[in-house]
Structure formats: structure tokens, C-alpha cells
């Protein structure tokens, strides 16, 4: 691995996405125009102070990982990553640099997001705001990793929607969003534990519910952060040079 070529990377996709205003307006945008279109939907009852905190984290990770999955494909049919390759870039320095720039991306996402939530919806959290933000990130850069993985296997965009049902809807569904992991039957449960989104959720649940989580909160991040660098590793050593 080149840190120098990591870096360079990561600034050309950034300077690529600044050149298509759309993209990051709809990057930004949208995740808090769907947490605000919560608040206001459940504006009547306690609801969204009950499924805010995990909506927070859900909607950045799905459009991290369609964002993420469908622009590294792109690089790949168009013939940029094997024209990349012939230069001394490695297939790390590639996924790493993508990883890099829609981290930041990620970033400025999450602090939309919850800024949004919490000063405009009123979503109230027991704990550290940025304890929120930080899992909120940590959320959003596992769409984009797992979106980096999935484009690695996938020849078509329709292909990496497919990837929607295999890799992102048992999460959503195992992940407490619908129902508390512990009411789960017990097969479920143990199969929720080895999901990263159940963790990311059950640390947005914790810093939304306990004032003193720190702890707990942190210790789901780690096994999020351990999903994140498994997936970039995998990612890394499955990459195609292009798509036939």
C-alpha cells in the first residue's frame, strides 16, 4: 500500500463528485429529507423518539452503499481501474482511496443528518451528540464498504441492486429496527449478532436512551469498525480490473 497513491485517489473521486452539484445535494439532502418526513408522519405520537435514532443510521447506509457500489462499477466498465492498474496502483490503494473520499463524504452526511434530527425534528438523545454523529459516520462508511465489496461481484447496475436483498434488507430486518433484537426467536437473535448493522443500531439506541453508554456505545463501534476493515480487505482482494 502507497499512502501517496491512496491519497491521490481519494482526491480525484473527490473531485469528481465536486463537478456533480446533484450528486451532493442529493447526498446530503436526502437522508434528512426522509428522517424529516418521519418526524412529520409520527408527529402525533412517540414514534419517531423511538425509531429516530436507528433511522439516523439506516438511511446513510443504504444510499452510501448504492452511491458507492454503482460509481466504483462504473470505474470498472469504463475501463478507468484497468487504465489505474497499469500504473503502480494497487487494488488496497484503490479501495482504500474510495474508501477515504466517501468517508468524507460520509462525514459531512451524518453531521447534516443529525443536525437535522436533533435541531429541526427535535429528536432527543440522552447521551453525547457527537457520540450520535460518530455512529451515524461509522454507519454511513459501512454502506460505502460494503457497497465497494458488492461492486467487486457485480457486472451490471442492476446486478448491484440485486446485492439490496442479499446484503442490506436481512440487516435492516435483523437489525431491532422492527423488533427488539432480545424478542427475536432465538435463531434470529444469533444470526442479528454476526450482522454489522445490529450493532450500529444497538449503539444509536444506546446513545439516544443512557446518558453515561460511552462504554458500550464504543465497544459496538469497534465491532462495526472490525465489519468496515473486513470489508475493505475482501474488497481489496476481489476487485476485477473491468467488467466482460
Do not use: K
Not at 117 to 136: D, F, I, N
Amino acid at each position: 500500500m502507497s499512502p501517496r497513491l491512496t491519497a491521490a485517489t481519494a482526491a480525484r473521486v473527490l473531485t469528481q463528485i465536486a463537478h456533480d452539484r446533484r450528486t451532493i445535494v442529493l447526498l446530503l439532502a436526502v437522508p434528512s429529507l426522509l428522517i424529516g418526513l418521519l418526524a412529520w408522519l409520527y408527529s402525533d405520537t412517540d414514534v419517531f423518539a423511538r425509531v429516530g435514532p436507528s433511522v439516523l443510521g439506516l438511511f446513510p447506509f443504504i444510499i452510501m452503499f448504492l452511491i458507492t457500489s454503482i460509481t466504483t462499477l462504473r470505474e470498472r466498465r469504463s475501463g478507468t481501474l484497468e487504465r489505474l492498474m497499469t500504473m503502480p496502483l494497487g487494488r488496497f490503494d484503490f479501495i482504500a482511496g474510495y474508501t477515504i473520499a466517501f468517508g468524507l463524504m460520509a462525514v459531512a452526511q451524518s453531521l447534516v443528518a443529525v443536525g437535522f434530527a436533533v435541531w429541526v425534528c427535535g429528536l432527543e438523545v440522552a447521551g453525547a451528540p457527537w457520540l450520535l454523529v460518530l455512529v451515524a459516520v461509522a454507519n454511513a462508511i459501512l454502506g460505502s464498504t460494503l457497497g465497494l465489496l458488492a461492486s467487486a461481484f457485480a457486472n451490471t447496475e442492476f446486478q448491484v441492486v440485486q446485492f439490496m436483498p442479499a446484503l442490506v434488507f436481512p440487516q435492516v430486518l435483523l437489525g431491532g429496527i422492527f423488533l427488539a433484537r432480545d424478542q427475536m426467536p432465538d435463531a434470529l437473535e444469533a444470526i442479528s449478532d454476526w450482522l454489522p448493522l445490529s450493532h450500529s443500531i444497538d449503539a444509536l439506541i444506546l446513545v439516544s436512551t443512557e446518558a453515561d453508554a460511552s462504554s458500550d456505545v464504543l465497544r459496538e463501534l469497534a465491532v462495526v469498525t472490525g465489519f468496515i476493515v473486513a470489508a475493505v480487505a475482501l474488497g481489496s482482494l476481489t476487485l476485477r480490473r473491468q467488467t466482460r
